[in-house]
């Protein structure tokens, strides 16, 4: 019988778990809320524990920048009290089993490289674009994390802009800034006066998605033009508005790509909510001979 991992994704509202098979199939899949960060791994402890025994591995997903022994180098505060957290040695304490922790963006990553959109790329540049901007870069199916576990952060390229908005990491004119979902919200109620939320935006075709995703069509492909990827997938709640922002996004990115880079296609992500999941898993199974 094939090895099973005990994957777990945590995020910034809800915690979920399951069981993840080496061709991705999720089973047991269960969820609860996020506490604040010094309560979370009782959360993991309780959620996940009682699956631990049928698994050989566990693969943990988490938001924030992961370091390369399993802790939170950094966290934005969506979770209170998470960073600096030894994920990797309180998860193995608590659940007795191996552990591999990454990026949240990462993993769904890896599962978008591996049986999702980006299937069969060698290269592939999966951006999440949702409440933040994340992205990883994946070769031939592992994620590429970098020195310090910031691999991938495409939400922090700056933007071709300089209309002066603050990131919420602080700098000026970074993409997160411009084009995530709560930044869309922001310039339509200041274009309009209106407070919306970002699928009404969508339906009415504003054009504040038009200039979000022009700005992030240029940034993609500055990155696009470094990695020289096979396929380029967009995920997240943003995803979602569908042509009012895939439309604008891939004429700017054919506007600023190489003719090389340009040939790669933009593609929606195929792996919905479970990516981060499921991409967990995959990725503590192929470290499971390291353990």
Known sequence: MSPLALAVDIGGTKIAA?????????????RTATPDGPSIVRAVTELAGPLAARAAICGIGTAGTVDPRGRIASANDLIRGWAGTDVKGAAERALRLPAVVLNDCHAAGVAEA???AARGARTA????VGTGIGGAVCVSGRVLTGATGSAGA??????????GVRCPCGGLD????H?????????????????LPLAEIGRLGSPVITGAATLLGRVLAGAANLVDPDAIVVAGGVSMLGRALFE?????YLAEALPGPSAAPLLPAALGADAGLVGAGLHALSHLGDA
């Open 114 to 116: 591996r049986i999702g």
């Open 125 to 128: 540049l999966v951006v999440a």
């Open 154 to 163: 495409l939400g922090h390229l700056p933007a071709p802009t300089a209309a």
């Open 18 to 30: 399951g069981l993840v098979a080496p061709d991705g199939t999720l089973t047991e899949h269960r």
């Open 248 to 252: 604008p996004l891939r004429a700017a």
């Open 174 to 177: 970074h993409i997160e800034a």
């Open 179 to 195: 084009a995530s979902g709560p930044a869309i919200e922001r310039a339509y109620l200041a274009a309009t006066g209106r407070a």
